[in-house]
């Protein structure tokens, strides 16, 4: 062979056995795929059945009756008898105005009044003797055994005095009613709580000038204790039609249903409470329409000012098709589940979804009651992937 075409030759042979090592590492490559086992997700059953949807709504509580503690007269505080923030009971004594000037002017009018009685006592005898004169001296007058002036004064005079007993008796009456005005002044110095409740702080200080303007304190009535929270036009529409249907319609949209209040730590209130009344419009500006509702509150747990959510049935859903939260993913607005089908084989769906009660999720749209959904495993679940299917229980089965 000539010199000159060894490095050719070299060459050649040197290409050839590349080209045979990338094949041979082609066809290994593809082995391991072709004998590979499908990878192993976690699969949950759609679960058809009638579930009830819930509503919640933000909520603030009120006292069931909210007293403003006010005097009926002026004068000077000079006693607080009551602990600021304790229950007080109905009539019992609050605070006490210096009862000295009334006791004075009801001492003054019960004076008046008895000297009113004995005015009357006077008129009375005086018309006793007037009566009596007349009856003297009209037969006499009829006998022309006096002149007929005389018997005519003695008429002037009955009548005269008739008529101040009359003003004596005006007299009595007026002096009476102001012993009653003057004895109800004197017990206004007494302030006493009108409802059973919680009492709140004091506004006025012992010494101060109190008038019949001043709010002294408060007292609301916590036991039932009122609870407000704003419905919308659709919850309100939907409840009327489940609960208020036929012959018993009535303007209460939740009227006869349990209500369940959830407090601001998160826990559940142990009393259910029921709809007192309903607003009797919807607020334009927010479309909702104002609910209130009454708890029962006998250890005074609850307070005026409190926040919390009310939690009540306002949809019934026959044969709903429910899947778990953890099957249900969402991509810019659009929520979407893999869905296993009888050849193991992965489609990627997207669903329409209703409420959300407990861990699952109501499905309107876009999955049958035969239907498997990925749960676990979600990075193998790809359109058109073939997979290894677990099936776990489903919620009703775990409960």
């Not at 009456?173 to 009492?199: H, P, Y």
Request: with cysteine.
């Amino acid at each position: 062979m000539p010199r000159g075409r060894q490095p050719l030759s070299c060459v050649f042979l040197l290409m050839s056995s590349l080209v045979l090592g990338l094949s041979g590492c082609r066809t290994d490559g593809q082995n391991p795929q072709a004998a590979g086992t499908p990878p192993t997700v976690q699969v949950a059953a759609v679960e058809r059945r009638d579930v009830a949807l819930t509503s919640e709504w933000i909520a603030t509580m009120d006292g069931y009756v909210n007293a403003q503690i006010q005097s009926h007269v002026s004068g000077y505080l000079i006693r607080q008898d009551y602990r600021e923030g304790s229950i007080v009971s109905k009539g019992q004594l609050l605070f006490q105005i210096d009862p000295r000037p009334f006791q004075a002017t009801l001492d003054q009018s019960q004076g008046q009044l008895a000297q009113a009685e004995a005015q009357v006592i006077q008129a009375q005898a005086q018309l006793a003797k007037a009566s009596q004169d007349v009856a003297r001296d009209t037969p006499l007058a009829e006998a022309k055994a006096i002149a007929q002036s005389q018997l005519d004064d003695d008429l002037q005079a009955k009548a005269g005095a008739a008529a101040a007993v009359t003003a004596a008796q005006s007299g009595v009456a007026a002096a009476k009613a102001a012993v009653e005005q003057a004895q109800l002044n004197l017990s206004f110095t007494r302030i006493t709580s009108m409802v059973d409740g919680v009492a709140g702080i004091a506004q006025a200080q012992i010494g101060d000038l109190v008038a019949t303007t001043t709010v002294l304190t408060s007292v609301s009535q916590v036991d039932p204790i009122k609870v407000y929270f704003p419905i919308s036009e659709q919850d309100y529409l939907r409840a009327q039609k489940i609960h208020a249907t036929g012959a018993g319609r009535q303007a209460l949209p939740l009227d006869g249903v349990p209500l369940t209040l959830v407090l601001a730590d998160g826990s559940i209130y142990p009393h259910p409470g029921k709809v007192l009344w309903t607003d009797r419009q919807v607020d334009p500006s927010t479309g909702t329409i104002r609910v209130a509702a009454g708890f029962p509150n006998a250890n005074s747990i609850l307070r005026p000012g409190e926040y919390g959510r009310v939690r009540a049935v306002t949809d019934m859903r026959h044969d709903a098709l429910l899947i778990p939260q953890a099957a249900v993913t969402e991509l810019q607005g659009t929520f979407q589940a893999s869905v296993v089908g009888s050849d193991n084989r992965v489609t990627i769906r997207n669903l329409q979804m209703g409420s959300q009660v407990g861990s699952d999720w109501v499905v309107n749209q876009g999955l049958s009651p035969t239907d498997r959904v990925v749960v676990g495993g979600m990075q193998y679940a790809r359109q058109g992937a073939v997979v290894h299917p677990e099936l776990v229980p489903a919620a009703s089965e775990r409960r």
